[in-house]
């Protein structure tokens, strides 16, 4: 599970068996968890984050969309 980005607490990563799905990125810190879709950014499934925590979360994988989306597409079609 490569991780793409960390920023402050949070790692943002996928899994190498994520190929099927839509662009998404992990993020995790501690034990909390999210799943976002990229494309449109929008949230897919969260366990733990309360809502301003998880506005947190979309507002950098919408800064850092460019980035998490070269980094999806570099690894699942090389």
């Known amino acids: 599970m490569p991780t793409v980005l960390r920023v402050g607490p949070y790692r943002f990563f996928f899994f190498a068996g994520d190929r099927l799905e839509p662009p998404h990125i992990h993020v995790e810190r501690e ?4 799943k976002v879709w990229l494309d449109p950014v929008r949230l ?7 809502r301003t925590e998880i506005n947190r979360i979309l507002e950098l994988v919408r800064e850092h969309s460019e980035l998490l989306l070269e ?8």
């Open 71 to 78: 980094a999806w597409n570099g690894y699942f079609t090389d």
């Open 44 to 50: 897919q499934a969260s366990g733990g984050f309360g």
């Open 31 to 34: 034990d909390d968890h999210a």
